[in-house]
């Protein structure tokens, strides 16, 4: 099994998260956030379209709940898992948590910055640096944005009007090439989106991976 793949558990997590966006008509983006012992603390999706907030992304959903689990905005030993690589506004809000590691799933190559368009999380020249683990289930993450994004184009034409574009559906409409590396699992009718959320104490986090230099057993 490669490290991508160890991740794969709670990418599904995130997918499941991101179905409730999804189904509240918002770009179908979830996040959970692992203590260092792989618990889930804070669960996040996309809220801009419920809640009229446009910092309502995912990753700003799930550190804000998880700054509250643990009693200090300082969530350093921490893991955050996002179905799409993050933009800047949530990058930059990635490394002012101080969280050890990012994993995600699809590049977004129009807007991301952990990697594709600009690399905020690690750049060296900020106060903290950030371990990137991208493409974790990729395949399901990009058919779950594609399947939303053209069902939005299918109602928008059925009604005579033309279809909103955001930056996520830009982002959606450039999904990076296969010839990225990244694990990937198959599923008969899309990705899985029926997992339950993490149970009250349930593990996510891989063996041997290390944070604040402790190894997990």
Known sequence: MTVDESWSQ???RALFLANRAREAGDVPVGAVVLDPHGTVIGSGWNQRETTHDPSAHAEIVALRQAGLAMGTWNLAGCTLVVTLEPCTMCAGAVVNSRVDRLVFGAWDDKAGAAGSLRDVVRDAR???TVEV???VLRQEVEVQ???FFFEKRSDALHEGRSPRVTSHSAAA???PPASRSSSTRKTPNGPDTTVPPASPGENLLPKGVRLRGRKRS
């Open 145 to 147: 944005l594609k399947g």
């Open 126 to 128: 900020l106060n903290h």
């Open 10 to 12: 709670a990418m599904g």
């Open 173 to 175: 409409a450039a999904l």
């Open 133 to 135: 683990i991208g493409g």
